[in-house]
Structures are given as C-alpha cells and as structure tokens.
C-alpha cells in the first residue's frame, strides 16, 4: 500500500529555515522519492529526487538552499529549507513511482501525499 504523509510546513519569515518530512509505507520507500511544490496559478515544479541507493538530484535553481535526506529506520523522507523566500511559498508535497528504484530525475511520479503549506512572509 502507497502512504505517503507530509508534515513540518507553516509560517516563516524570508531567510527562515523548515525542515518537511515525508512519513512513507514501506512499500512506497522502496522506490524512487521526490518532494514537488505547487503555487496557485502555477505548475507543479519538481524540486529534487532521491533514488533507492540514496543517489540525489536538484533543481538546478534550488541547489544550495534545499537538501533532501532519508532515514531508512523511519522510514522517512526530509527536505531541509534554508534561505527561504517569499517565492517558496507552495504547497509542497512528496511522491514516490512505485516500481523505479534509479534515474528517479525521470521517472513519473503518480502516487503522492496530501501535502504540507509553506507561507514565506517578507
């Protein structure tokens, strides 16, 4: 069963940090993981992937200011914001695509949680 449950959003001021963390069934961890963000009137914008081997990739335009980890123990999906601006502001969810495990960056992403609010204030 795919569960995916995000958490750790809210308020911020602009050069704030938050950490999201992404609660997932087993099933769901065991492949690929990626957190996405979603502004009003706008797409949905892939921010960064993380295989089954714990291999990473960013958005060009956010490396350096958000980092994505794993604790297989819980596991669970984090996604470390720092520097954060009024701009960030987004619903940000997580994902997984059940049955990939690599080259996650190009995988299709249909299964995801309900998401976490994330105001930045300037």
């Known amino acids: 069963q795919v569960q995916l449950v995000e958490s750790g959003g809210g308020s911020v001021q602009a050069g704030g940090s938050l950490r999201l963390s992404c609660a997932a069934s087993?099933?769901?961890?065991?492949?690929?993981l990626a957190w996405f963000r979603q502004a009003p009137g706008k797409e949905r914008e892939k921010l960064g992937t993380?295989?089954?081997?714990?291999?990473?990739r960013y958005e060009q335009s956010l490396k350096g200011r958000f980092s994505m980890s794993k604790d297989n123990a819980k596991n669970t999906l984090y996604l470390q914001m720092n520097s954060l601006k009024p701009e960030d502001t987004a619903m940000y969810y997580c994902?997984?695509?059940?049955?990939?495990?690599?080259?996650?960056?190009?995988?299709?992403?249909?299964?995801r949680g309900q998401g976490t609010q994330v105001t930045v204030s300037s």
């Open positions: 994902a997984s695509s059940i049955g990939f495990r690599s080259n996650c960056w190009y995988a299709q992403f249909d299964s």
């Open positions: 087993a099933y769901a961890y065991e492949y690929c």
């Open positions: 993380i295989d089954s081997d714990g291999s990473k």
